[in-house]
């Protein structure tokens, strides 16, 4: 199994010297990816509910420092060698497909094959409206970057028309690095969503509240797989908040971790406890040296 961090992407910890310390200290530790989530702005009164806390708040003043992803990601790209650099989740259907399927390729070129797209239909709905995208109809807007974006990953020349999106005869170089394109990983515990991945993508990055059901849901992706023509046998699933590293309680997250491993987690991304995120490197390089190494094999 793979071990991720989230980096310090959100308040007075996503600084530069912060921010390249951390990562250059996971990288050289052996963590296997690097993430980041993702917002454009924040609103002073969020009227939308959050669906991954109790209250339905994100759990940070909107006026703190909020790092936009893909450009962290293409800094990291220089500062770190090997590690993944992946997004946990870009919102797909509120980014233009075109335009960001040309950054994406580009972070994977200069990473030299290290990107990875997780991505999802997004929660806030007024996050859209401000940005000016529709909100309705998202999901088959997704269907349609999905498409879009794989095609100009890896044919020479696309010709794609839908009902939202159309490109005839471009090109968009260079192509990411990796064989196939960018891996896509789709985040959401929906029917919908599941089927979603089996159609259209490479895994499933789940969260700890798929956990009760995670085999059983993931059995709807690879259904899904079967029924479009492709091999279930390929998708994967990922863990979004696999756990907390804390100093005090190291040997029960990598308990958990190892359980993750037996139900055939294939990546599992930890968050730094916040008041750690200034000083995490001793914390990095201690669980890598009691832990990483076994639960990698």
Same mark, same amino acid.
């Given at each position: 199994?793979?071990?991720?961090?989230?980096?310090?992407?959100?308040?007075?910890?996503?600084? &530069?010297?912060? &921010? $390249?310390?951390?990562?250059?200290?996971?990288?050289?530790?052996?963590?296997?990816?690097?993430?980041?989530?993702?917002?454009?702005?924040?609103?002073?009164?969020? =009227?939308?509910?959050?669906? /991954?806390?109790?209250?339905?708040?994100?759990?940070?003043?909107?006026?703190?420092?909020?790092?936009?992803?893909? $450009?962290?990601?293409?800094?990291?790209?220089?500062?770190?060698?090997?590690?993944?650099?992946?997004?946990?989740?870009?919102?797909?259907?509120?980014?233009?497909? &075109?335009?960001?399927?040309?950054?994406?390729?580009?972070?994977?070129?200069? %990473?030299?094959?290290?990107?990875?797209?997780?991505?999802?239909?997004?929660?806030?709905?007024?996050?859209?409206?401000?940005? %000016?995208?529709?909100?309705?109809?998202?999901?088959?807007?997704?269907?349609?970057?999905?498409?879009?974006v794989r095609a100009l990953w890896t044919q020479e020349w696309v010709n794609f028309e839908g009902?939202? /999106?159309?490109?005839?005869?471009?090109?968009?170089?260079?192509? !990411?690095?990796?064989?196939?394109?960018?891996?896509?990983?789709?985040?959401?515990? @929906?029917?919908?969503?599941? =089927?979603?991945?089996?159609?259209?993508?490479?895994?499933?990055?789940?969260? %700890?509240?798929?956990? !009760?059901?995670?085999?059983?849901?993931?059995?709807?992706?690879?259904?899904?797989?079967?029924?479009?023509?492709?091999?279930?046998?390929?998708?994967?699933?990922?863990?979004?908040?696999?756990?907390?590293?804390d100093a005090d309680h190291q040997e029960q997250t990598a308990a958990h971790l190892g359980r993750?491993?037996?139900?055939?987690?294939?990546?599992?991304?930890?968050?730094?406890?916040?008041?750690?995120?200034?000083?995490?490197?001793?914390?990095?390089? @201690?669980?890598?040296?009691?832990?990483?190494?076994?639960? =990698?094999?």
């Open positions: 199994m793979e071990i991720g961090l989230h980096v310090p992407q959100v308040g007075r910890h996503a600084n &530069v010297d912060n &921010v $390249t310390t951390f990562a250059r200290c996971a990288d050289d530790a052996g963590f296997d990816g690097l993430w980041v989530f993702d917002h454009v702005v924040l609103q002073k009164e969020q =009227q939308s509910k959050y669906p /991954y806390s109790a209250d339905g708040n994100m759990g940070f003043p909107p006026t703190m420092d909020f790092l936009e992803p893909l $450009t962290l990601l293409t800094y990291l790209a220089g500062v770190t060698t090997r590690a993944r650099l992946g997004t946990s989740v870009l919102v797909l259907p509120m980014r233009q497909p &075109v335009l960001h399927a040309k950054v994406m390729a580009t972070i994977d070129f200069l %990473s030299r094959g290290r990107f990875v797209l997780g991505a999802g239909v997004g929660w806030w709905e007024q996050e859209f409206e401000v940005l %000016s995208v529709p909100w309705e109809r998202r999901g088959k807007r997704m269907d349609e970057c999905l498409q879009l009902e939202f /999106y159309e490109a005839k005869d471009w090109t968009c170089n260079p192509k !990411p690095v990796q064989a196939g394109g960018i891996p896509i990983w789709l985040g959401g515990e @929906s029917r919908g969503q599941l =089927q979603r991945i089996g159609k259209y993508a490479d895994g499933w990055l789940a969260t %700890s509240k798929s956990l !009760p059901n995670l085999l059983e849901d993931f059995d709807i992706a690879r259904e899904a797989a079967q029924q479009a023509g492709r091999d279930p046998s390929q998708l994967s699933i990922a863990i979004e908040g696999a756990g907390m590293l993750l491993k037996e139900m055939g987690v294939r990546h599992a991304i930890l968050g730094v406890h916040p008041r750690l995120m200034g000083e995490a490197a001793p914390l990095i390089e @201690s669980f890598a040296a009691k832990h990483l190494v076994a639960l =990698q094999r």
